[in-house]
């Protein structure tokens, strides 16, 4: 039986890839690939292997999770390693952790192989440092699709920590800004969105809570939503607008 090596591809730019997880697509005999990895990973694979496209779009209909799982044990069964590649890491929203259930219950051995989460690289791009010896000591990686009514929870990420990062939230924008102020975070907090981080798509728009909806109205997925006062810091550490143009990954 071979193995399944379930990697966080990072959040972007294919050099945030970490060592080992280059070396996993390198060596696999079948990459099942997500929708937001960078495609020039890809040419990594070795030239007989096979690539399989996984992706789930918010908008489109896309592969099951269980088909996704059934994938992975019967290729991994048949004697092939199976480089399952994901998105930022595998275990922040990422079913990473389901994948890995599938694994362990199928009897499969299998390695994670963590990746940098667009939660912190998005932000780091956008000159947003998470914490900040006067801004913030505290970080959240939630979700903006669950919850969202449950007025009880919404009180609690509020009064939690001092920083934010949400994913999967600017659908849902509105909502969220109104019950991060219904339930004690003050209006004119700053909030930041940063859509494409690290890639030469990078856009970023900040405003304040009460401000933010109509200025990230152009604002689409995927996006990183970042609220707390360190999103200030932004103002003055912007480095990434000022770089040249990306190079892109040289392979070989
Ligand atoms: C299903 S979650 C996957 C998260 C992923 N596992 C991770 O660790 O980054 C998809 C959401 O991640 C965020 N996201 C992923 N890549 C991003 C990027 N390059 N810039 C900003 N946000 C990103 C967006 O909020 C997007 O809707």
Redesign the pocket.
Known sequence: MAKVYIV?AG??DAELITVKGLRAIQEADVVLYDR?INADLLKEARPHAELIYCGKSPDHPSLSQESINDLMCKYASKGRTVTRL?????F???RGGEEAEALASSRIPYEIVP?I???V??PAYAGIPLTHRDYSSSVSFITGVTNLEEDEYWEHVAKSSDTLC?????RNLPKICNKLIRHGRPADTPIAL??????EE?QTVTGTLQDIVDAAKSMK?????VVGEVVKLREELKWFESLPAIEPLVVG
């Open positions: 966080g959040p972007g937001l994901k998105g930022g890491d595998p922040i929203f990422g990746g989460t667009s939660g690289a998005a949400i994913y999967m939230g600017v940063v859509h494409w981080g690290t890639t990078q997925n995927p996006s990183m939503i």
